[in-house]
């Protein structure tokens, strides 16, 4: 038995449970939606934060001395990257900070664009900074997303940044070499500067591999922010913060500049110090937990493709959360909704939440013991069945 097998009990603290009536209208599910999972935060990372809230005078810190050389030895060990110290900035999380980069790097009324579906905030922190949300539609080929290139390049040329997430969410997108660097190329030629959101990227289970934004052609030597975090393939979104890794000087110096002028990113020594912990202690446990991921999804993809032949999976090789394509139901949105929460007693995320191309589908995380993930199916599989009549029709 695996560690990740132990059903952990988790209260009302958690928004995984404690928002499930506001967000179901019922508490009567098996909640499987926000992006967090069901497993204890690594042992070393938990010590760690035992350690730092044990001082008995909880006030201004110096930085970690260590957080940033963690970093660096992370991106060698993981991906056989160096990369220089300089290049990084601890930011107050990633969300925050990609509406700072917006803020930043762009004008009131200028054109920003987003892949759709695609995580909600974004196309939410656009609108709320004053900029225009431009949306290109990803499209569906056999189990992943691709990009409508012909599309993505006439929109790029009004834009002045790209909002990307690389691994993609909602589709564990693991974006090829090739289109990455198109996309560097096209955004490059346009003048756009490309804000890769990359904080499901430990979680790309092999043999996909993740390519950092940064590392794309560099003598183009591209406007790009990365942003990477612990949170995901950690399990530490409870204690929020972020790393931006900015390789271009110019594009750096504005942005850090910025930052450090709002005092938005001052160091937060409980956060570093789990950084440092999760990238020099943890190699053990990362690798575990992917492979225990990469049963969950096979698992899920026979008893989808075997129970349920008319919802198909989407899910390119990153992350634990998979977009189930339940159009061929022939429901609208609301009745797929009430089918999963009340047919088979499930909270998941509405793809529709996603924006246009998200209908029809659901997100589903898979990031839990395979007990639940069993019951999640067998729910699916009764309620599927007791509908067929309906589904047929
Ligand atoms: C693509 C993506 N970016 C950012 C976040 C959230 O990051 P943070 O909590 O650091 O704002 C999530 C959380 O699910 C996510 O999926």
Not at 26 to 33: C, G, I, Y
Not at 247 to 270: G, M, P, Q, V, W
Request: hydrophobic share 40%; aromatic share 10%; with cysteine.
């Amino acid at each position: 038995m695996s560690g990740f097998d132990r059903v952990i009990t988790r209260d009302r603290r958690s928004r995984k449970y404690g928002q499930l009536k506001a967000m179901f209208g019922t508490e009567d599910v098996l909640p499987m939606w926000i992006a967090d999972m069901e497993f204890t935060t690594p042992e070393p990372i938990l010590n760690t934060l035992r350690e730092v809230v044990s001082q008995p005078v909880q006030g201004y810190n110096m930085e970690h001395p260590q957080w940033r050389q963690s970093v660096c030895g992370w991106y060698k060990k993981r991906y056989d990257i160096s990369i220089d110290e300089a290049w990084l900035h601890f930011v107050p999380g990633v969300i925050k900070t990609i509406v700072l980069s917006i803020m930043a790097l762009t004008e009131k009324g200028d054109n920003i664009l987003t892949c759709t579906p695609i995580y909600d905030p974004y196309p939410n922190l656009v609108k709320t900074s004053g900029r225009n949300l431009v949306q290109t539609r990803l499209v569906e080929k056999n189990g992943i997303y691709e990009l409508d290139w012909h599309d993505f390049r006439e929109k790029l040329k009004t834009c002045k940044m790209f909002l990307f997430s690389s691994p993609h969410n909602p589709g564990g997108i693991v974006w090829d070499r090739a289109t990455l660097e198109e996309i560097n190329r096209c955004c490059h030629e346009a003048d756009v500067i490309v804000v890769s959101d990359e904080v499901h990227c430990d979680l790309t289970l092999p043999p996909e591999q993740h390519i950092p934004f940064f590392t794309l052609n560099a003598s183009l030597n591209s406007k790009s922010i990365v942003f990477t975090s612990i949170s995901k393939a950690f399990n530490t979104p409870a204690i929020q913060g972020g790393i931006a890794l900015i390789k271009n000087d110019a594009l750096r110096n504005k942005f850090y500049h910025f930052l450090d002028n709002c005092y938005l990113a001052e160091t937060n020594s409980i956060q570093q110090a789990a950084i440092y912990s999760a990238y020099t202690d943890c190699d053990n446990w990362i690798e575990k937990l992917l492979t225990y991921l990469s049963a969950n999804v096979a698992y899920v993809k026979q008893e989808i493709e075997k129970n349920c032949p008319l919802i198909s999976m989407i899910y390119g090789g990153a992350s634990y959360l998979v977009f189930l394509n339940a159009q061929k139901m022939g429901l609208n949105d609301e009745q797929l909704m009430s089918f999963f929460v009340h047919n088979a007693k499930l909270g998941l995320s509405p793809g529709i939440q996603y924006g246009p191309g998200g209908e029809g589908h659901m997100r589903l995380n898979i990031a839990c013991p395979r007990s639940q993930l069993a019951e999640s199916m067998k729910r699916l599989k009764v309620a599927y069945e007791s509908c067929g009549f309906l589904l047929h029709k």
